[in-house]
């Protein structure tokens, strides 16, 4: 009998996600987030990146990070969604099955982490 590996979490990212009526208090949150938490506070992007279908900034993490950042962002997000994901190796499972919702549930693009074989199966 084979054993299964459980997957490992190195860390998560927290997408704050946005649009032009909602860009000053998204930064005000993402900057005080990373004055408050040991965390990598990254662009701010006015236009979608990645699987992601609004505008957005993402807080970088380390585990040890999640019971305080999480429960301050529920309580300090003021309205905006916000998408939580772990690092755990595999992008689409990451992003799909193991994701965090603050906010209303946005459709990701998960085509993007299609994996080469699938590609190449479509071939």
Known sequence: MT???EPCI???HAHIYF???TLVRAQALCEEAARRFPLTMGRVHQR??????DWSCQLAFEPAVFGELIPWLALHRAGLV?????LSG????DHRDHAIWMGAVRPLKL?????????????
């Open 3 to 5: 054993e299964s590996l």
């Open 10 to 12: 190195t860390g998560y």
């Open 19 to 21: 649009d032009a009526t």
């Open 48 to 53: 979608p990146v990645g699987p992601h279908p």
């Open 82 to 86: 916000v998408f939580i994901h772990p």
């Open 90 to 93: 595999d992008d689409l499972q």
């Open 111 to 123: 085509s993007i982490f299609s994996s080469e074989s699938e590609i190449a199966g479509q071939e």
